[in-house]
């Protein structure tokens, strides 16, 4: 039997196809363009004379002084002498302030370094330092300070993640996440042209202010100073300026969205006013940097969790209510808990009924229980979900939850025994149910499909639930998720659809096929290009006429998209399987090549530039790739499955063998790696041959071979009866599958069950399905007997 080739055994990178660099410090906003950042633009100097009040708000506040740069008067007001060096790895590091002027003096074993310090990110929690490198380049340097307790630290060891699963490591700092060109920019700094020559891999970054600026929010103002100049009193269209007086709530929240989500960008032309999904994705629970049940874990910024609120799902909400324009929060002190009077007023006027807590106490604070903060990378944060405590989830899955981060000296089982206490409904239930299945779907536990299913149809979902469910079906290769997906497709949520439109790459049906032409016409561009994503997984020849006309207008929004980011080795690896896919494998090899060079320990790039080398018989690149990739992660499944795979394909068995081992050893739910396995170790092990063919059938019911295999190796080992009992069950479960019959029948005639054969074989004659050649050899089959017989 023979080893299948090099056929789609890809590294993913998520089910929406995107890796998100979980430990950058910053997201990504409005991306930098290439034209001059101040066209149409006046800048803050041309606000303040007639807005004086506004701009003294402005200057001081978080998103005044998102970036500023390093000067005489930070370094006396807002930072310390550092106490000794910090040491991280073979390094010492040690911040120097002089004249006014900041360095960071590194010492290690190539000698010494200074970095200057030019300019000063953040200042809420901490404070990050930026240095310029080699290609135009601003780096965040190693040391960062920490406002609240007044000392310097080491920053990249502060944003390893712990997860439960597998060890997290810090980042060198002079990796490309924290690039503030590539990785922090647009959030921080106003009117931003990146300039990235893709030649030189090299920036020639400017900006017009640092800092978020008026005219981020409200749009280019050189317009509007002219006509307002003219005319004091200009109003409405006058005005030549956005104006959030007319905005909904959705609107709002959208233009506060990209600065304060984990996004995948597909333009770079958002502005105020516009719909988030027409510009972005959502990065959602499929993510470890989230709990299971949706409490942050890692940096998550705010947007997703904003959309699980309660609160944000009735509609009226929006980030304005509880903010100022310049971000402060409106409601403190004595008047905290204002916030939520429109809504809530009963409970506010009767607050510590509510709270159970005294009414001079936090605990009496409607954010203490509904919004508590948590804290990564010394960044603290607060829950903009708005759930109530859910301790049980702190018992089932580790999550934080509000009692516990109060009352820190007792347990989770201390709490939710008061929560059960004090709450009859049992509010925690719904949501330990989505949680456990959001958990269950991490880990691959697929006897609660049926359960998942039904939780993404039920009209009560939660879309932040619902959306991360389907991407992490991506890894089920079972029937009856299908129909749940193209169901999906007509969902009220553009970030589901979307969701559910990429989960249908790689099943070329008519009916999948006749959903997403639907879906390419969506109203959202996020829809469109999701599904013009899977439609370009499809066959070529499946698309034709006006089908194609229609697909052709989402697939260049598709391609637009892995344009924006030209500095982001995700896009171009994104590009590379898209020319894989269509057969242009020099130019896959080049995108892979792009993304390797510009994020070298990405492991998914080397892999998949293997399969293009094979496809054009370079086998010793492809080796070459698979190793390096394995060098960086030894136990990467794809890699090992497709070193295992190649290695086979080129007769070195023993070297496939240990490959494919090394996948079953990270990966015991991958079908192909056992049965791969199987074929390689049948010919000197039947029965360990068999033991892998039944586990590969048993967690990929859907793929005949595994099954038919089995019964080859069972038949071939003389027990001809369990090879029997095989067939005939994958016979009911694949009734087109013509080797099942061919084998069976082989099996009858060679018991003298001659009549059974010849009944089989009319049988299969029968099913529709079966391709032409196959019906050839049944009825030869079948003749062969009757002449037999007939003698």
Known sequence: MEIPGFK????LLGAVGILLFAALMIALWRLGRESSPARGYSGTVSCRECHERFYQLWAPSQHGLAMQPF??????????????EIVIGEYRYRVEIEGGAGWVQESGP??????????????????????????????VLPLAFDVREQQWYDATASMVRHFVDRKDEPLDWRERPLTFNTSCYSCHVSQLSTNYDKATDSYHTVWLEPGINCETCHGPGADHVRACGRNPDCSGDELALVSYRGFTAEQTNATCGPC???????????????????????VTLEHSDYYPDGRDLGENYTYTSWLMSPCVVAGQLDCLHCHTSSGRYRHTGDRANNACVPCHEQRVRQAAEHTHHAADSPGNVCVSCHMPKTEFARMQRSDHSMRPPVPAATLALGSPNACNLCHRDRDAAWADRWVRAWHSRGYQAPILEAAGLIQAAREGDWMRLAEMLAYIESPERDVVYATSLIRLLASCDREEKWSTLVQALKDRSPLLRAAAASGLAFRPTPRTRDALMQAVQDDYRLVRVRSAYALSTYPDGLLAGEDLGQFSGALEEYLASLESRPDDWASHYNKGNYYLDHGEVELAIHSFQMATQLQPRAVEPLVNVSLAYNLLSENVKAEQSLRRALSIEPGHAAANLNLG???????????????????????????????NLAVLVASRDLEEAIDWCRKASELAPTEAKYAYTQAYYLHESGATDAARRVL????????????????????????????????????????????????YRLAARLEALRTWSER
């Open 728 to 775: 005939e069950q994958m016979i009911e479960r694949h009734p087109a599958y013509a080797e099942a019959y061919l084998l069976l029948g082989a099996i009858y005639e060679g018991t003298e069950q001659v009549e059974s054969a010849a009944a089989l074989y009319q049988r299969a004659l029968e099913v529709e399905g079966i391709s032409a050649g196959d019906r």
């Open 645 to 675: 795979l190649l290695l086979a394909e080129l007769g070195r068995e023993d070297e496939g063998e240990v490959a494919l081992r090394a996948v079953l050893a990270v990966d015991s739910g991958s079908a192909i790696a056992a049965y």
């Open 71 to 84: 000067s005489a008067e930070f370094a006396r007001t807002q930072i310390v002498a550092q106490r000794g």
């Open 260 to 282: 304060h989500a984990k996004m995948i960008p597909l333009t770079t032309g958002f502005q105020p006013g516009d719909r988030f999904f027409d510009h972005y994705d959502l």
């Open 110 to 139: 190539e000698g010494r370094h200074r970095y200057a310090i030019e300019h000063v990110l953040g200042g809420k929690n901490v404070y990050f330092f930026l240095t310029p490198l080699s290609r135009g380049r601003y780096q």
């Open 8 to 11: 789609r055994l890809r590294a």
